[in-house]
């Protein structure tokens, strides 16, 4: 069989642009799953939920009590927890800020915000207020807390740039962020790690920094698997005119 030279030509190119493929392919990073997709698994029962996030050997909360004490509360203070799921922290801050302290418990998902006012009242708990938010937002009043907690969560945000923007509109001037997630290290973190969460802490930080927010703490021997992060509203510094200029 023979091949003539238009045909060699036609061969060859296939042959490239397979090979270019091959090689686009090869290059690709391992994808992780979009926040999205992550957080369809809320829609299920609340229920399973709470026994996978409130057990013994589960790292947040085996450390609940550390973590209530590096979010320095105290009675009074009006505490947002996004991303709250079961509610658990939510329940715990109660406590520490009442009297007269509120939280708000903000989630994405119905069935989580309604297992929520279904404890609270279980436990008669009544300075929680749930919120319902949505990927683009966490539904709070600008200037209505004084802390906001991220824990686990924040890998979970489908709009993360949108969040940190009305997250910054809801802290009151010296407010203070606390961020708790997995560190992310190839070839180190476990797989679940990998192929879960979208970016490691240097990431995060970023984001963190690039929204207006100033980092003030840095903790990672809390935990096995995850970093404590604390930030504040970084404000603009106002400077007064000369007196000459005021004149």
């Not at 698994?41 to 085996?62: L, M, N, V």
């Amino acid at each position: 069989m023979t091949f003539r030279r238009k045909d060699l030509i036609w061969v060859l190119v296939v042959d490239l642009a397979f090979a270019a493929l091959t090689c686009v392919a090869a290059q690709q990073p391992t994808i992780t799953p979009t926040a999205k997709e992550l957080n369809k698994s809320f829609d299920d029962d609340a229920a399973q939920w709470t026994e996978r996030f409130e057990h013994e050997g589960r790292a947040i909360y085996d450390k609940r009590s550390e973590i209530l004490d590096a979010m320095e509360l105290k009675p009074g203070m009006d505490v947002a927890d996004v991303g709250a799921g079961s509610g658990l922290i939510s329940r715990l801050i109660a406590r520490r800020v009442t009297p007269g302290g509120t939280v708000y418990a903000v989630d994405i998902a119905k069935n989580m915000v309604d297992h929520i006012i279904k404890t609270a009242v279980e436990e008669k708990i009544t300075n929680i207020k749930p919120v319902l938010g949505d990927p683009h937002s966490p539904k709070l009043a600008p200037n209505s807390v004084d802390v906001v907690c991220i824990i686990d969560s924040y890998h979970h945000f489908e709009y993360p740039g949108d969040m940190l923007s009305e997250i910054i509109k809801a802290l009151r001037p010296n407010g203070v962020l606390v961020l708790i997630d997995f560190k992310r290290i190839e070839g180190v973190s476990r797989d679940f790690i990998l192929k879960m969460v979208r970016a490691g802490e240097g990431t995060f930080t970023d984001e963190f920094l690039n929204a207006g927010f100033e980092l003030i703490e840095r903790r990672d021997d809390m935990f096995p698997e995850n970093y404590l992060l604390k930030f504040k509203h970084r404000r603009p510094t106002i400077h007064s005119a000369p007196a000459s200029a005021q004149r």
